[in-house]
């Protein structure tokens, strides 16, 4: 089991910036860790994503403003978002997959919401 537990959310107005962390409850260094972030009305989306040995990958809307970081040494995944735009207002969610052999298990956060003002 893992606990996620969001960090960092806020009101802020256009153009500013946010850090969200995803504190987790034990060693993450395996696992696969993302942001996802869900609009009222909208479906949660992939926002960007940091595997355990792989390449760091971004939705288009945020390439360039946003960055994905982790520190496994502190259990904490984080997320570096400058620029902000209005339409980047949602609520941000932290997901784990662990993959045991073929067995794979989602984990998420509870959320931290992000209001970005125009």
């Known amino acids: 089991q893992v606990r996620l537990v969001e960090s960092g959310g806020g009101l802020v107005q256009a153009g500013g910036s946010l850090r969200l962390s995803c504190a987790a409850s034990?060693?993450?260094?395996?696992?696969?860790m993302a942001w996802y972030r869900q609009a009222p009305g909208k479906q949660r989306e992939l926002v960007a994503g940091?595997?355990?040995?792989?390449?760091?990958n971004y939705a288009d809307s945020v390439k360039g403003r946003f960055t994905i970081s982790r520190d496994n040494a502190k259990n904490t995944v984080y997320l570096q978002m400058n620029s902000l735009k209005p339409e980047d207002t949602a609520v941000y969610y932290c997901?784990?997959?662990?993959?045991?052999?073929?067995?794979?298990?989602?984990?998420w956060g509870q959320g931290t919401q992000v209001t970005v003002s125009s």
């Open positions: 997901n784990a997959v662990r993959q045991i052999g073929v067995h794979a298990t989602d984990y």
């Open positions: 034990g060693s993450i260094f395996s696992d696969n």
């Open positions: 940091i595997p355990w040995g792989g390449a760091t």
